[in-house]
């Protein structure tokens, strides 16, 4: 089935790091993926759409200046956390869905990026 | 703006007993309906969807859910759970104009006893 892989899985850094993370899909294409917040004991917040070869498109709220996002190819797309601070610590989580397929195709999520900002 | 709400945040039940979690949206036109599961460590996983046709959806594990459009609702049902169904499930909505982006409901742990 569809695997989509997100690294890393924890980070712990400093205050005033900037973080990346990547998500891939690894056994299909994907023009669109999606980037989510979750916070504890909370649901997922969508806080990007990624599109490839053009610039994300960001939910109300969302620093775009702060969450920086680049899709470069059709199986990556990254998230950086720019002068991450302890508020930015959360679980970040993309997922995916298939390129050209119906638009009705269910997302593939990766397992999440636990970030902790010191 | 759409939004989905699910109706109980905990719920703990025995092994053997019958499990319905609600799931209510708020969204005028056409929607996809989606439930998903996170096993304590894991990713989320599709359980089952409905985008048209009988609404009465038969997912995975033994899972059911069904779509009452008069109600806007997309409830969760299993006859019979086990110790293996604790995990958090998350109800989640796309309407046909956002494309393929999920509106996810709060959630509800669901801790079975053995």
């Known amino acids: 089935g569809a695997v989509v892989s997100q690294h890393p899985s924890r980070v712990i850094c400093k205050s005033g790091t900037s973080v990346k993370i990547e998500c891939r899909s690894l056994d299909f294409q994907a023009t669109t993926m999606f980037w989510y917040r979750q916070f504890p004991k909370k649901s997922l917040m969508l806080m990007a759409t990624s599109n490839e070869g053009s610039k994300a498109t960001y939910e109300q709220g969302v620093e775009k200046d702060k969450f920086l996002i680049n899709h470069a190819s059709l199986t990556l797309s990254t998230l950086t956390v720019t002068s991450a601070h302890p508020e930015d610590s959360s679980f970040y989580i993309c997922?995916?869905?298939?390129?050209?397929?119906?638009?009705?195709?269910?997302?593939?999520f990766g397992d999440g990026t636990r970030l902790s900002i010191l | 703006a759409q939004s989905v709400s699910q109706h109980n945040h905990h719920v703990i039940l025995s092994e053997a007993a019958s499990l319905e979690l609600g799931c209510n949206y708020s969204?005028?036109?056409?929607?996809?309906l989606f439930w998903y599961v996170q096993y304590p460590g894991q990713h989320l996983q599709l359980l089952l969807k409905?985008?048209?046709?009988?609404?009465l959806v038969k997912g995975i594990k033994g899972f059911e859910a069904e779509f009452i459009k008069s109600k806007f609702s997309f409830n969760l049902r299993k006859p019979s759970v086990q110790w293996s169904d604790t995990a958090e499930y998350f109800c989640a909505v796309n309407a046909g104009a956002a494309g393929n982006k999920l509106t996810f409901g709060g959630g509800t742990r669901v801790l079975v006893k053995p």
């Open positions: 969204y005028g036109g056409t929607v996809n």
């Open positions: 409905y985008f048209s046709g009988d609404p």
């Open positions: 997922s995916a869905g298939r390129t050209g397929g119906d638009s009705n195709q269910p997302q593939h």
